[in-house]
């Protein structure tokens, strides 16, 4: 398995509260990507990285930031939380753009 | 992005093949078909991938119509570990996300 792991792995929190979820990598990939899975919406890409400081939208953006200061994290902040953000997070990693996706478990966020 | 269209839903027996059938009418030159699947509370994982020829791995193998226009992932022989949601994703040379639709839920009985 690819070496991803994702943190929290569950979270509540209160709408209008800053929350920050983590992806971590051992793989050195350059590609890194948040996705949110939704009932009856599939994954859909938040945002993604293709290199430490390279950052692009995708198409889920809004309400959304993220950071990669190092090769092998990257950050997805809520900078205030609302109910509509309240989803399954999934990180995944490619060695290239194109490149097979991997994975990582999941972030269970709810916001109340 | 060019749609795929899968059944909502199939059954198999356990050790017996599976073929889920996918539709890409849109489906461009340069697309390539991949099949990734989501087991029960986990991330979704690659299974295979494809842009003209049939290709087979460990996991299953992947027919593709001579029109491109639909393609049916194999699974030989499924376990209990196959059951899952399996989605078709058409991917063009040049695209860095995949875009995902609803799969199809496959059911292995024991």
């Known amino acids: 398995d690819a070496g991803i792991t994702q943190s929290p792995r569950h979270k509540v929190t209160e709408t209008g509260t800053p929350v920050t979820l983590r992806c971590h990598q051992t793989?050195?990939?350059?590609?890194m990507y948040w996705y949110r899975q939704d009932p009856g919406h599939g994954l859909r890409l938040i945002h993604y990285?293709?290199?430490?400081?390279?950052?692009d939208k995708g198409e889920v953006s809004d309400g959304y930031s993220v950071s990669r200061s190092k090769t092998e994290d990257f950050l997805l902040t809520l900078e205030s939380a609302t109910s509509s953000q309240t989803s399954v997070y999934f990180c995944?990693?490619?060695?290239?753009?194109?490149?097979?996706?991997?994975f990582g478990p999941g972030t269970r966020l709810t916001v109340l | 992005d060019a749609k795929t269209t899968q059944p909502n839903s199939m059954e198999s027996n356990e050790e017996e093949p599976v073929h889920l059938p996918c539709n890409h009418s849109?489906?461009?030159?340069?697309?390539?078909i991949h099949w990734y699947r989501q087991l029960p509370s986990q991330g979704p994982e690659y299974v295979i991938h494809?842009?003209?020829s049939n290709v087979n791995n460990r996991m299953a193998s992947l027919a593709i119509a001579e029109d491109r226009k639909s393609s049916t992932l194999i699974l030989h022989r499924a376990t209990l570990r196959d059951a899952a949601v399996y989605y078709c994703?058409?991917?063009?040379?040049?695209?860095?996300?995949?875009?995902f639709g609803a799969g199809t839920t496959v059911t292995v009985r024991a």
């Open positions: 793989e050195n990939h350059r590609y």
């Open positions: 849109t489906i461009s030159g340069t697309d390539y």
């Open positions: 995944a990693i490619s060695d290239s753009g194109t490149d097979t996706q991997y």
């Open positions: 994703i058409l991917r063009g040379s040049n695209d860095y996300k995949l875009s």
């Open positions: 990285s293709y290199g430490v400081k390279d950052t």
């Open positions: 494809g842009l003209t």
